[in-house]
């Protein structure tokens, strides 16, 4: 053992400062308490969650032979290394002043060997400022001027948050390595960074370890007065390191005296591998097209928020991340912990970092932003991991769209980083709407859409984006005006739109969709179960985003009150309906951009879910969520996809087509390939399609799986599996394609006659179903409108039956009280950011559609634009048959719901059914199930106590006079 370390991880004795009056010699008489280090203080005190400002840590070291446990090195140094510490540390040992450093993301040693008692008792006092949102808690160091991440959004993270320790070492040392390979020439560059205090001769061997075991050593002589070496190191016929195969070779340099005696050594691991673009717009790993199947890693963690968990448990997460298929994460505006990027060079996971953001781009702001780039790159470069380099994230911290300054700022900073790194990727903004690219290596954008709501749009954004349009790149802004029109239509390929002059764009940065996802509820007991059986303590934070939707707190209580208990039995089935939901959503989006082989790769948001934030593929704890299993069927190489489908409920007896494609990333021959499909419901219906004609990095078109569906009995939700089989009868890929089945309806009740007032097309599919059309309301069973009048309500209110389609808000032309029609676009009920679910109870109707209560993908373009308002939590106990929520169960408001009005009845229903009936079954069913409801529940007063309609009604007719 050449050097002798000595961790300090553990207990150390901790005191806040609010005041900024302690000092090292004040600090005994302080309130002190233990600390665990690493870690920081907000994740181990409850009253400390939101604390920033001054903090101090100490820990007495008993030093000695027993402590260093062996012998140290002639003539040592003695170095102190702190990880990271947050964000600015003052050092003394033993009351002598040793360092500072100031930034929360980057290691720092300090050499203390003058401070030191080698034999006997030592002290480390450690001051740390921690700025908070406040600028007066600490004005030297504002908060929106450094580099800072996602505190701004999760909390503030402070202290010891990396792991700290004393080292001894030889005087004369290996400071550094970095080791940059070279595939093309079978060789390594090694830099060496020597701290050599005297030019007394010495000699360098290098000793290199290939992954199977294989050894090899050379020898270098120091030149007096060097401080640093760079040597090409051969490696013959380099064992590549990529995502199948994460081979790693170790490098250990060796300080020796010119007595051969060896005098220090320090161990480097490398990878051979490269990451490029092509002409034609792919990503390239050692020559390779890529796929990029990623996810989002905010790097939080369930016990020190910043701080990961064990090696052990950094490696498990990473194989569950392989095992969903991803091949990379984006570490999202964190520099996280070595150990994170040290598993991910063993699991072979790509990675794709990023630099912490700020708020304002002031001069004290580019120059830490700078700093902190250079200190991450240098820390970091011998990972074969990381791949990508990320400036900055969505505009925060800059103002691309308008000032040019921030934009040739930006451009500066991609090329200082590319000259730094130019073997490596680097984005310069990583963009979504309203922001953009000036100068990338990749042509990435972030974009999110509730589904199956918005899938269109989905489906529609996709294939502009994979056009490489215009608006990817920073344009001129002209004015206000102008601004106005392009929010309005930001996705216009056609647009007029000047690039502003910044802009460096190639024309073949390959496209990713670098941020897109849905949420999918964890499971409350299953994180209580995590947190010792208490509630999370982040349970109490995020009421401050998206109108409160995001804030966990209470969800128990909600589920309750409004009674999701009568269609989800227990809350843990509620979520697992959310997960299921999530999974389908992630499923359309991602087929929709395998439809597209200009677009190479997409980020999943994200790996897990961060406190409130509930749209990872694993809960907080790490919980897989209920599609761990089949995830990885959409997250290949090769993918098979059910391409341009409009619907996916039939009727028995209808011909369903499914046109089938190859998405073919992989190096897998394909030659003599088939793809088998097969209905699980029917196994008799089944089909193969033989000599599949893959194209590399490109997609293929299959064939259509053709059938009829068979007479039913029930209606039933099966799946058409597909599989991928090579010439060996290897599965490569499998997909399924979920599908509804319902037997015809039976023809309307021969006596419900309806009336249509002015909707004569709605009339007509109304006959069609079996209902006898008349004109006149009082001989109607059932009137049937899509605007609510005055008139109409003074119809229900005497004894009238109506079935109100309120697909518009304008559709509310009478006064209900506190009952209302509202949009959803523009509010929280839009659902694309903190996603809306929507649902149905079937406990009364709605029976025949197999959803499991959730509204899915059989809801394509049904489901609704306008929401019910204005009702409590009383009515959702047997007044609401279909309803939606927001985030963690938030604004939930109604999508069917019925109410007695005096003598009559009012059903509302805001799905979209009116152009559908007859051909889409579940519009079909759901028509006839609320006007068997409406018309069949009995009336205030007919069959025992109701409660009426929120408005006050006087059984007047509209104009009729008091009196």
């Known amino acids: 053992m050449i050097r002798r370390r000595l961790s300090l991880d553990g207990t150390w004795q901790f005191a806040t400062d609010p005041t900024d009056s302690l000092a090292p010699d004040t600090l005994a008489a ?146 550094r390595l970095r080791i940059t390979p070279d595939v093309a020439g079978e060789r390594a560059r090694v830099e060496v960074f020597v701290n050599r205090p005297s030019d007394a001769p010495a000699q360098l061997i290098l000793r290199l370890l290939d992954p199977s075991g294989g050894a090899a050593e050379s020898r270098h002589q120091i030149p007096a007065a060097t401080e640093r070496l760079d040597l090409r190191l051969p490696v013959p016929a380099p064992m590549l390191w990529d995502t199948d195969h994460p081979n790693l070779y170790t490098v250990t340099a060796v300080l020796a005296g010119s007595d051969g005696a060896e005098r220090d050594s320090l161990d480097g691991t490398f990878g051979m591998r490269t990451i490029a673009t092509s002409p034609t717009g792919h990503l390239l790993l050692n020559g390779h097209i890529l796929y990029l199947r990623g996810a989002l890693d905010q790097d939080y963690y369930p016990e020190l928020i910043y701080t990961p968990f064990s090696d052990a448990e950094i490696t498990e997460q990473f ?118 690219h000036v100068v990338t290596d990749i042509e990435d954008f972030h974009n999110y859409y509730a589904m199956p709501d918005h899938y269109r749009a989905w489906r529609d954004w996709v294939q502009t984006f994979a056009s490489r349009p215009p608006w990817t790149f920073a344009h001129v802004y002209e004015s206000i005006d102008a601004w106005r029109e392009y929010i309005r239509d930001p996705w216009n390929a056609t647009a007029p739109r000047r690039p502003a002059p910044e802009v460096k764009r190639l024309g073949s940065e390959p496209m990713v969709v670098s941020e897109f996802g849905n949420w999918g509820l964890p499971d409350v007991a299953k994180l209580r179960e995590c947190y010792g059986g208490k509630e999370p303590w982040w349970f109490e934070t995020g009421i401050e985003w998206g109108d409160g939707v995001v804030y966990p707190h209470g969800i128990e209580q909600r589920y309750k009150a409004y009674h999701l208990d009568r269609v989800f039995s227990t809350l843990s089935d509620l979520s697992a309906a959310s997960q299921r939901m999530q999974f389908t959503a992630l499923k359309y989006e991602i087929e929709q951009m395998r439809r597209h082989p200009s677009i190479v790769g997409y980020i999943i948001t994200e790996f897990t879910d961060v406190h409130w934030e509930s749209n990872g593929l694993l809960d907080m704890c790490r919980n897989p969520k209920a599609y761990f299993d089949v995830i990885r069927d959409i997250n290949g190489a090769d993918a098979i996809i059910p391409v341009d489908w409009e619907r996916i409920a039939y009727w028995e007896g209808e011909r369903c087509e499914v046109r089938i494609a190859l998405s073919h990333f992989s190096e897998h021959d394909l030659r003599g390939a088939r793809v088998e499909w097969r209905l699980d419901l029917w196994p008799a219906i089944h089909g193969a399609f033989e000599q599949v004609p893959a194209q590399r990095a490109q997609l293929s078109q299959i064939g259509t799986a053709v059938f009829e569906v068979p007479p039913l009995e029930q209606s039933a939700r099966g799946r058409l599996d597909m599989q991928l089989l090579d010439a060996t009868g290897h599965v490569v890929a499998r997909n399924h394609h979920e599908m509804y089945f319902f037997p015809r309806v039976a023809e309307a009740p021969e006596h419900t006659r309806i009336a249509a007032p002015g909707l004569p097309r709605l009339a007509a599919r109304l006959a069609a179903m079996g209902y006898e059309m008349v004109e006149a309301l009082p001989e109607a069973d059932l009137v049937v409108v899509e605007t609510m009048t005055d008139e109409l309500r003074w119809h229900a209110q005497n004894g009238g039956r109506v079935l109100w389609l309120a697909e518009s808000s304008e559709s509310q032309q009478a006064h209900l009280g506190t009952l209302g029609i509202a949009q959803r676009q523009g509010r929280s009920w839009q659902g694309d950011w903190a996603s809306s679910m929507s649902w149905l109870r079937q406990d009364k109707i709605f029976k025949d559609i197999p959803s499991g209560g959730t509204v899915d993908f059989a809801f394509a373009d049904l489901t609704p634009e306008t929401v019910i308002v204005g009702l409590s939590p009383r009515d959702f106990a047997g007044n609401v048959h279909a309803g939606l929520f927001v985030g963690w169960v938030h604004h939930v408001v109604a999508l069917v719901a019925e109410r007695p009005v005096d003598r009559g009845r009012i059903m509302v229903c805001t799905f979209r059914l009116r152009e559908h009936l007859g051909t889409h079954p579940v519009a079909t069913l759901m028509m006839r199930d609320l006007v068997a409801r409406t018309t069949r529940q009995p009336a205030a007063g007919a069959g025992g106590p109701t409660e009426p309609l929120p408005f006050a009604t006087t059984g007047m007719p509209p104009g009729a006079a008091n009196g």
């Not at 990271?84 to 360092?99: K, M």
């Not at 240098?378 to 991991?385: A, G, L, M, T, Y």
């Open 319 to 436: 194989e569950k991340a392989r095992h969903m298929g991803l091949n990379c994460l984006r570490t999202h505006i964190k520099i996280t912990d070595p150990r994170y990027y040290d598993a991910a060079d063993r699991a072979g996971l790509l990675i794709w970092t990023e630099l912490p953001n700020w708020q304002e781009l002031t001069d004290k702001a580019k120059e830490r932003a700078h700093d902190t780039l250079v200190g991450m790159v240098e820390r970091d470069w011998n990972h074969p991991s990381i791949v990508i380099w990320t400036i900055a994230n969505e505009n925060w911290g800059l103002d691309l769209a308008v000032n040019a300054s921030h934009r040739a700022w930006l451009a500066d900073m991609f090329a200082e980083l590319k000259a730094l790194d130019p073997h490596r990727l680097v984005v310069g903004n990583s963009p979504c709407f309203t922001n953009f």
């Open 30 to 175: 302080a309130e002190l308490r233990d600390i665990q280090v690493p870690g920081p203080w907000q994740a181990q005190f409850d009253d400390l969650r939101d604390y920033s400002g001054v903090a101090w840590y100490r820990r007495a070291i008993p030093l000695g032979a027993p402590a260093w446990g062996g012998a140290l090195p002639p003539d040592p140094v003695y170095i102190l290394h702190f990880g990271a510490v947050d964000y600015h540390a003052t050092v003394w040992v033993n009351g002598t002043l040793v360092g500072a450093h100031e930034g929360g993301y980057l290691p720092f040693d300090l050499d203390v060997s003058k401070a030191l008692r080698v034999d006997g008792a030592n002290e480390v006092v450690v001051r740390v400022v921690d700025p908070g949102n406040d600028p007066d808690t600490v004005p030297e160091f504002p908060f929106a001027e450094i580099p800072h991440g996602k505190q701004s959004w999760y909390g503030p993270i402070g202290g010891l948050w990396q792991s700290v320790w004393l080292e001894a070492r030889h005087a004369t040392h290996v400071s």
